[in-house]
């Protein structure tokens, strides 16, 4: 009876977008969601965002009546207080992130304080963070601070291919680096009983999506990056942008975090990462949580071979951190083992020391493929 998961006391939980689009010109269709939520609507946007997109002629009708907040660049508990008074000065009710993974997180935030829908329209595929009902809260100076739990998932994703297809590829490979964490965390907290990030136990459902994303990702990575290249849309392109995007959103939040994430907010205690993505530090992070959960060789060969092929980093040099000393190192493992992190839903003891020694092995591997 102990593993029964319906026994009392373990509720299976599972969370997911109100509602999920992706397609070519979905931001003629705007308007239309404003409508359903409310009349006076925000678009959060970055400041390239608005010169790149919004200010384009045929997009300027869409927004004549909306709102435009130019995004200062963190998602900080400052920009988040700013953006909150800016809406409740306006008595705005519909809230619309449009760009990347901060911009996003602070519209899911703001939205969230203030009580009122959130549409998500992000212009690059580069992180899981469009769907689901978590956030990440940054110092003003860009080191990891702490999650933030909304009450419920965005309203409406909305993924117009038209606008990713033109991003430059680096995000997208970002992306793939992000989802590439998403079975193996999956599998880590099913194995160990861990709660998922939804604050429940994890669900067959979340599972194998999150297996499927892992499948997606080997399969059509290189051919989408191709088409990004190429700034074209293809089956491949569609089926990677859905799987950074929908598969590794729900398959995260709703089956669980583990050793990837948590080492990729170790990293951010050194600055010299600050300049890479999330997704790129998230998947040197799984490379290290591979080592640390003692991984099939043949499995560890495989995502290597993979991170290599498609421009993944796959050593602390290609992250930032060539000259890294053992010393600043061992701060990341200090970091990544910070009692409310996710590393603790691995199988087995967990220790600064095991995390240290992992991040180094993950090291001295990558090299041998370069």
Do not use: W
């Not at 992000?122 to 999650?147: L, M, N, Q, R, W």
């Not at 495989?302 to 498609?310: D, G, M, R, W």
């Not at 951190?321 to 970091?335: F, M, N, Q, R």
């Amino acid at each position: 009876m102990e593993n029964n998961l319906t026994q009392k006391g373990r509720i299976l939980k599972a969370v997911f977008p109100g509602k999920y689009l992706q397609g070519c010109g979905l931001l003629k269709e705007l308007p239309e969601m404003i409508k359903i939520f409310g009349k006076n609507g925000m678009i959060l946007s970055s400041k390239t965002v608005n010169s790149n997109i919004l200010s384009l002629p045929v997009n300027k009708v869409l927004t004549e009546n909306l709102i435009i907040a130019e995004f200062n660049g963190e998602c900080s508990n400052n920009e988040i207080q700013r953006i909150k008074k800016y809406i409740e000065d306006n008595n705005v009710d519909v809230l619309i992130g449009m760009g990347g993974g901060k911009v996003i997180d602070t519209a899911k935030i703001v939205a969230d304080k203030v009580n009122i829908p959130v549409i998500i329209f992000p212009t690059i595929a580069s992180t899981d963070a469009p769907c689901s009902g978590v956030a990440v809260i940054y110092t003003e100076d860009g080191v990891f601070e702490s999650v933030y739990y909304l009450k419920l998932n965005p309203q409406i994703v909305a993924v117009d291919m038209d606008i990713i297809k033109l991003a430059p590829v680096r995000f997208l490979i970002a992306g793939i680096g992000d989802a590439l964490a998403t079975q193996f965390e999956a599998e880590a907290c099913y194995r160990a009983k861990s709660k998922n990030e939804c604050g429940g136990y994890g669900t067959l459902t979340a599972l194998n999506l999150a297996q499927l994303c892992y499948t997606t990702i080997l399969n059509y990575g290189e051919l989408a990056i191709i088409a990004n290249k190429k700034n074209i849309v293809t089956d491949a392109l569609n089926h990677i942008v859905e799987a950074n995007t929908l598969l590794s959103g729900i398959g995260f939040e709703s089956a669980g975090l583990a050793a990837a994430h948590s080492i990729h907010n170790g990293l951010s205690a050194l600055k010299e990462t600050h300049k890479f993505y999330h997704g790129e530090k998230v998947a040197f992070g799984t490379l290290a949580g591979l080592h640390l959960s003692d991984a099939d060789p043949k499995l560890i060969d495989e995502v290597y071979t993979f991170c290599k092929k498609i421009g993944l980093p796959i050593t602390l040099n290609e992250i930032g951190l060539g000259s890294v000393t053992k010393e600043d190192l061992y701060k990341v493992a200090v970091k990544t083992c910070v009692p409310e992190e996710s590393i603790y839903h691995e199988v087995g003891e967990i220790t600064p020391e095991k995390v240290f020694g992992a991040l180094i092995a993950a090291d001295e591997t990558g090299r041998k493929y370069n």
